[in-house]
């Protein structure tokens, strides 16, 4: 069983940085792909970045484009989410997700396996 461990959120300023992390376990994820999505409150769910677990492809939505970067370390099983120059919008939980195939899909329904999320909140 997949189980997806997120941390490293908190309460930080507009402008400031914060890294989450989201730790992995219960299989080998060569042909998984790994994402984030973030949910505000009163919101519906919404598609961050996702990252190929095999080749490293990644994706972006465009509203995060040049602030975010979407990695992973394959040897520790670890994926991040730098989140540079937040903004008060940006506040949300941010839940790490996985899917058994190679293929980015920004839908979350598309996606079997989830964290319990980190809260990350940017106070202007």
């Known amino acids: 069983q997949v189980q997806l461990v997120e941390s490293g959120g908190g309460l930080v300023q507009a402008g400031d940085s914060l890294r989450v992390s989201c730790a992995a376990s219960g299989r080998t994820f060569g042909w998984y792909t790994m994402a984030w999505f973030r949910q505000a409150p009163g919101k519906e769910r919404e598609f961050v970045a996702a990252?190929?677990?095999?080749?490293?492809?990644?994706y972006y939505t465009d509203s995060v484009k040049g602030r975010y970067t979407i990695s992973r370390d394959n040897a520790k099983n670890m994926m991040y989410l730098q989140m540079n120059s937040l903004k008060p919008e940006d506040t949300a939980v941010y839940y790490c997700?996985?899917?058994?195939?190679?293929?980015?899909?920004?839908?979350?329904?598309?996606?079997?396996?989830w964290g319990q999320g980190t809260q990350v909140t940017v106070s202007s």
């Open positions: 990252i190929r677990w095999n080749d490293g492809n990644i």
């Open positions: 997700a996985a899917r058994p195939r190679a293929v980015i899909s920004t839908v979350a329904e598309d996606y079997n396996y």
